[in-house]
């Protein structure tokens, strides 16, 4: 397959994602990895903790200059056989936190974390036509000229409970649950449906490399629609609560779409099976918390995800040992490996091919008819 795709492998990584999302067999699962030696994106940290955060206000001003530099991140590592997609989100642009008001006046895009606490949940409004969201509109439109058929364009990650807790600040989110459970829901709605309005018309301005999406931090391939969602400040509600207060909402998200993931925490483990439910959610990708459940019930969890019909999107270091026990769980076609960084291209390439090697005798074995038990003749 021809691809202008700044990226040596492109069109054979995007067949390998168009068999993995028919669920048809591949000769190993998808590969990401996030940064490749010093190739990493453009607003992380620099030095020896880089990707540890991003800092976007690095580019308020300069969207050229970020486009210049996200492109050249990706012609640095154009020889990587990972089956990361090029694609450039335009981080500056905040599209899902533009466009909000609390009694008529614009919500600073840029506000601390709690900057709303003391307002009525019920003045926190959205303004579909507001200048602050067209302009957003605007640098994804400009990002998306710009790609010429090289990288995908993409805004991934809107949410619902990480916008409210943000805004009042997770002791008042808390708060708000207990003392007022229909104002969050009732604001949770107006989230929701300002967020699928707003990924309407990104989804009108997106270039669609091969008829499909490209994603930002991700950087993984689905053919027609989609993104990726969160719900990270979920980790301190009840299931119950999630149920009560979110899932539907969540559930609407992903019928909005052809291909939904959301990006989940294994601190969070406790919602999954209320997240299972939703029918058109097609990946689950968990990131290992440091502070988290061990790897034996992470993979039980993955199991979970992988009986449900769904994929299992595994975020992680890349380490052999860790990976053949994943093999030893999962099959290798229902799983997709983001790995957080490797020391240098060629070491990326040395992991890929090892990688191929590897998958294929995992699924012999797993085809493989196990021997009956010789039975014995003693009475």
Known sequence: ??????????????????????????????????????????????????????????????????????????????NCRDDSIPCVEPMTADVFGSGWTVGGRQVNRRAPRGALAQVRLDEIAADAESEQLESALQQVSYVAQQSRGRFGVNVDGMTTTAMISKWRGGTQFMYDIVDDPKGVRALAERITQHCLQVQAKVDGLLPRPEGGTCHGWLYYWNPGRGFWFQEDDAIMVSPRTYRDLFLDLDRAICNSTDHAAVHWHSGMLHLLDELLTIENLRLVQISIDPNGPPIESMLETCQRIEAAGKKAGIQCQPEKDFVKLVFSKLRPGSCLFFFNRIGSIAEANDFVAWLERTAPTFERSRRRPKRPHATSSRR
């Open 1 to 78: 397959m021809a691809s202008s795709i700044l990226k040596g492998n492109a069109g054979e990584s995007i067949q390998r994602y168009a068999a993995f999302w028919r669920n048809e067999r591949i000769d190993r699962p998808p590969v990401v990895f996030d940064i490749v030696g010093p190739h990493g994106h453009p607003t992380y940290d620099a030095g020896p903790e880089m990707g540890v955060a991003y800092h976007p206000e690095k580019y308020e001003n300069d969207l050229e200059g970020f486009c210049r530099d996200y492109e050249r991140m990706w012609e640095a590592r154009v």
